[in-house]
């Protein structure tokens, strides 16, 4: 879709009234669904993956560079970018798209996770959170009210509610207690947002407790959202634990609105949250992983710095169509990496981006061919670690 020219906020927001998610196919046999999230700023076709630019950008990465590997939308975090350059100096210049060059939809998380999970210091009571920069000890309070207003600065596409994400595990009384500071924290931000041209989803919390996740889930879509994110997950439980709170919240949420599962994951994680009906996800893995020198490939993890890959002058991945495996050897990523030149990073980027990307794009074409259960046991037959190429996990 071609980017909206809207006069008004008001045209904006009729523009896409009931359209801001259409289904187009149900997976035969599973609840993975193929659809199309519309925005202000273009389409994106679901399942997909939003690679992470939580300073407004992609490590490593220009706008061209993502819009050659395909994405369709980015993620960027209100919290880092109201601490720095700060979301009224990005208003100034017309929004976070102006200011970073992207004309493609965003999403930016409204920062409660990382207050908390970065333990600054915070102090958390009904009215909002009080906490101390990581930056330079200054000290800040976030109200619902207050992200909402950093978030309408920033003027992504689509915005999350304010919520408390609790680590893992939570006691079931402290837990309690956060969701209904969650849920009051939502009708906060529902009440608060005014922009016409961004959709608001609230996010399901609850830890992992059945009742819990259920009252979260029926209290969000009784105050009314443009979507429905799952958050509280991927904190250090395994994963039976995770797709299992994801097979009792998913089908709570009704299949009109787009399904978020924040923060989440490995391949392994998009593929079984795809299977039980995710439509969008996120996660810093492709890019942190980069940096580090773990490698996805079709076949499981390579650690680039292995010794093994010294004298290796395959491509990394032989089924990868990227630029990084159609001109590079493992030899040559190595010996990058060893010597930790700025080019190994770029290359590691591009082709984990290029690996999270396809895998959707191939989830996409599974669900509309209706043959997602094949391509879920192929998935898993070329990660045998026994499979040459592959290597096996630490």
């Known amino acids: 879709m071609e980017r909206i020219e809207i006069d008004t906020a008001t045209e904006k927001k009729e523009g896409l009234a009931g359209e801001h998610f259409r289904l187009l196919h149900r997976s035969e046999g599973t609840p993975a669904r193929r659809g199309v999230v ?20 992609v490590k490593g990465m220009s706008p061209e560079d993502l819009e050659r590997l395909g994405a369709r939308i980015i993620l960027g975090n209100a919290y880092h970018l109201y601490l720095r350059p700060g979301h009224e100096f990005i208003a100034r210049r017309g929004g976070l798209h ?149 097979d009792e919240v998913v089908p709570l949420i ?49 650690h680039i710095k292995n010794a093994r890959y010294t004298e290796d002058d395959r491509p990394l991945d032989a089924d990868c169509g990227c630029y990084t495996c159609r001109n590079f050897s493992r030899a040559y990523l190595r010996h990058l990496f060893m010597a930790k030149e700025l080019l190994a990073i770029r290359l590691n980027t591009l082709h984990n981006l290029y690996y999270y990307l396809t895998l959707m794009e191939g989830l996409r074409q599974a669900i509309e061919k209706d043959r997602l259960g094949s391509f879920r046991n ?13 290597e096996p996990e630490a």
């Open 38 to 57: 519309r925005t202000f700023h273009g389409e994106i076709q679901t399942p997909a993956f939003m690679p992470v630019g939580t300073l407004g950008s």
């Open 98 to 246: 102006s200011f970073i060059g992207w004309n493609r939809p965003i999403l930016t998380d409204s920062g409660g996770y990382q207050i908390f999970s970065l333990n600054l210091l915070t102090k958390v009571t009904d009215e909002g959170v009080t906490f101390q920069s990581h930056l330079d000890g200054s000290r800040h309070f976030i109200t619902p009210e207050k992200a909402i207003e950093i978030e309408e600065g920033l003027g992504a596409d689509i915005i999350m509610a304010f919520d408390e994400c609790l680590p893992y595990p939570s006691d079931y009384a402290k837990t309690a207690a956060s969701l209904e500071r969650t849920l009051d924290w939502a009708r906060r931000c529902k009440a608060a947002h005014r922009r016409e041209d961004q959709f608001l989803y609230g996010i399901v919390q609850g830890g992992f407790y059945e009742d819990l996740r259920k009252k979260g889930a029926e209290g969000l879509l009784e105050i009314g959202f443009d979507g429905i994110a799952v958050g509280g997950l991927s904190v250090g439980e395994p994963q039976e634990q995770m797709l299992h709170i994801l």
């Open 254 to 302: 009704p299949e009109a609105f787009p399904r978020y599962l924040m923060g989440v994951g490995t391949p392994e994680d998009l593929v079984e949250g795809v299977m039980r009906g995710i439509d969008l996800f996120d996660c810093v893995l492709p890019t942190r992983h980069a940096r580090t020198g773990s490698l996805f490939t079709s076949r499981g993890e390579v």
């Open 378 to 390: 192929e998935f898993y037959q070329k990660r045998n670690p026994e499979i040459e190429g592959a």
